[in-house]
């Protein structure tokens, strides 16, 4: 299997600007196909899309152009890790590190699965390795080193092999001189790797506690879910931490508080809105902003590499 | 539970509660069965050993959360010869999850921080059933940095089922408080020792467990989720707990094979809660010994071994091209 390869097709996928297709009109479809759509799952399957949050029916491929979120209501829809790569990265310029570094089953895991076959089915059912892809690329022309991770991969969780590839990519950025941007997204610490997978807390922290001390700058970009383990380490470290629209950001998953408290949360509670009243992170920012965001922070960090002591 | 007995120690109360009648019979009757009580006797070493050394993941699971297990607060009392206690974390409040102050071990100065569960429902109340918000936490924190500023040794004892579920806690940034401590204690320049003396739950535990010596207790245990949250997770069913503990490997036996932690401190038999003035001396004894060590190191070489020891930690492999 070679991930690199597999990248490379949904990347031109992406960014292909000709429409080969018909454009059509939402509002016509709507009336003539939505309800029959919406009741058949399958049918909508690959073609059309419903919109989880407003129920509108949407053609894939629109979607698509739309960077996954919806026309009508805005929900951003998750994006995979070749997605988000895509998303920021100036084109041709990604570079991948470790693509080939997979799990082992250090504690002979079973639970209603063995642990080896659900990574299996997650290798095939995403063509990825592992829940992160990392490496370095550009975006609007600054060199960077880049990881993003993906929800469809066993829920983002984060592993041995997560935790060694972050590492590793921010010593590469250290030994480079590179800022870091990592894209979360996660459900938090892989179970099945136990106090393994704990432990990647520490390390990718400690990976950016020494990028801290040569005076680098890393770039959080919080997306929907980031939670658990993940929000517990490096999420959460950024020099400047961006929260994508709508993305639910929490420690403890909402489910869990409400068993704990036995009450109801508010609506709006661990939104990326709610992290920015909360003044836990930077700023809240759209999809179809974001590359553009980055490229203004990197610009305006421009030429501070390495501080004042650095001149 | 009941009254703090466990279900595998049944048999053995049980002995043990033979042997004291036949003691009293003998004396009240004035016969002679002192080979007869002999006997008993050495079959009752011979379970305890038995029992305590074959203890499945879940009943230390349940050892590790024995309410008359030597707490945070016990070992203070058990270890230093003095300690002074320094609250709050100058940004919300005090946290009382968490104890934190300034201790002399043996003449020397460190700064202790431990995590402090109660023993009934009032004291857990006070406690927070140890589980602290940020600010127990950012307490933490800031009492480390004071302890690097006047190059202090850190001890941290770990004992909590996880940091705290609830509104406030997110409200106030429980990941970034945890994402904090772990970073921040990676580039501490003083020796960090922490010790898991009870539970180590999840990233709420790891948030003071960074160190240059990692130790459990005998029968301690430390997990990425508590054996009920991996068991509601993953079997859909709480009452799986057992299990999970099981395929987590949460022992200390389990973690010094998978080289998490250095180091295990042994217990008296039948558990820490059976001997508090010997587990005390066994703990203070190694902290000693360890603190000693670490504080002959130069303090670079010190964070290259902190830091090349958590980098080490994980099991992956390459997958060769095809």
Known sequence: ?311 | MLNGILEFEKPLLELERKIQELRAFSKEKGIDLIDEIKTLENKAIIMKKEIYSNLSSWEKVQLARHPQRPSTLDYIKLIFDDFLELHGDRLYGDDKSIIGGLANLDGLNVTFLGYQKGRDTKENIVRNFGMPHPEGYRKALRLMKQAEKFSRPIICLIDTPGAYPGIAAEERGQGEAIARNLLEMSLLKVPIIAVIIGEGGSGGALALGIGDKIAMLEHAVYSVSSPEACAAILWKDASKAQQAANVLRMTAQNLKELEVIDDIISEPLGGAHRDYAQIGSMLKAFLRENINCLSEKNIDNLLEERYNKLRRIGAFTQRLEE
């Open chain 1, 1 to 311: 299997m070679c991930a690199l390869g597999g990248n490379k097709m949904q990347w031109k996928d992406l960014f292909k600007v000709k429409p080969k297709y018909i454009t059509v009109n939402p509002d016509l479809m709507k009336k003539q196909e939505a309800k029959q759509i919406a009741d058949k799952k399958d049918v909508a399957e690959g073609l059309w899309f419903k919109c989880e949050d407003c129920g509108e029916i949407i053609y894939n491929r629109e979607l698509d152009r739309n960077l996954k979120v919806c026309f009508k209501c805005g929900h951003h829809f998750r994006l995979s890790s070749l997605e988000r790569l895509a998303l920021l990265l100036d084109q041709e310029s990604f570079w991948e590190y470790d693509a080939n570094l997979q799990s082992e089953d250090p504690l002979e895991f079973t639970d209603l699965k063995k642990y080896p076959d659900r990574l299996t089915a997650a290798q095939q059912s995403t063509g990825l390795l592992e829940a992160v892809v990392t490496g370095e690329g550009k975006v609007l022309g600054h060199d960077v080193v880049i990881g993003a991770m993906d929800f469809n991969f066993m829920a983002g969780s984060m592993g041995s092999v997560v935790g060694e590839k972050l590492a590793r990519a921010i010593e590469q950025a250290i030994e480079k001189k590179l800022p870091v941007i990592i894209c979360s997204c996660s459900g938090g610490a892989r179970m099945q790797e136990g106090m393994l997978s704990l432990m990647q807390m520490a390390k990718t922290s400690a990976a950016l506690g020494r990028l801290h001390q040569a005076g680098l700058l890393y770039i959080s970009v919080l997306t929907d879910p980031t939670t658990g383990g993940v929000t517990a380490s490096f999420a959460s470290l950024g020099d400047i931490i961006i929260a994508e629209s709508g993305a639910l950001v929490g420690f403890t998953g909402r489910r869990v508080i409400e068993q704990t408290i036995r009450q109801k949360l508010p609506q709006n509670f661990q939104t990326a809105e709610f992290l920015l009243e909360h003044g836990m992170v930077d700023m809240v920012v759209e999809r179809k902003d974001l590359k553009a965001t980055i490229g203004k922070i990197l610009d305006l960090h421009n030429g501070a590499e390495g501080g004042l002591a650095g001149a």
